[in-house]
């Protein structure tokens, strides 16, 4: 059986580039949504002619398309993402472009399709603006109180979360929304490597995490593991699907 040490040791040294989520493969699970967000992304971009992919990642999603509309491009805000997204793209001659986490650098109306899986802070009123008349927005977004029993298991008790409100802001920022749908999805993780890379990763679960300043709680959370065989939380996801007018 492997140390807490050894674990937290091999987590401290995974690159934090792209979103391969392969090295969990044995270490942790999560439940996908039904409605299939990467089939839905490949289909609405074979009816595309201009798309835009915002907070792209390492393009591991986009990188999928087998039908890449004629003008493809892709924002990432995370510096070191910014070339393995543009390898992951080339074949399909898509652009990526570094981006602040608010604007978006292109000309009103540039795409006709406009999609962002799992976006830290998503530009509504920019993402709008960028879309053309009758243009689509496709999104998989983190619903409120995403994983809140990792972060608990952290920072200890938290208020219950608001409710989810991306419907109201694709509405307040022009758009006509068409479909909505919720999910809460189980994630079993294996060991306490998996956990602190997943919170290294994804940073919103616990802001300013490090391995180092929550060293007790991950202890706690390895014990639970070892008592258990495994930690388990909740993640939420809310499909948006919306028109521009």
Known sequence: MRTFDDLIAEAAAV??????????????????PDWGYARLMAEAMTRATAALDVQTGGGEVLATLTRPPALLVATETWAPNVPVAAAGLAPLDGRVVRTARTGLPFRDGSFDLVVSRHPERTPWG???????????????????????????????????????????????????????EHACLRLEFFDVAAVAYFLRMVVWTVPGFTIERYLPQLRAVHDRIQEDGMFVSYAKRVLVDAVKP
């Open 15 to 32: 690159p934090l580039t792209g979103w391969d989520f392969s090295w969990f493969a044995g270490r942790a699970t999560e439940e996908r």
């Open 126 to 180: 920019e993402i709008a603006r960028v879309l053309r008349p009758g243009g689509r927005f496709l999104s998989q977004q983190i619903g409120a109180g995403t994983n809140r029993e990792l972060s608990e298991a952290m920072l200890g008790p938290l208020p219950p979360p608001g409710p989810d409100q991306h419907a109201d802001l694709a509405t307040e920022a022009g758009l006509a929304v068409a479909r909505t």
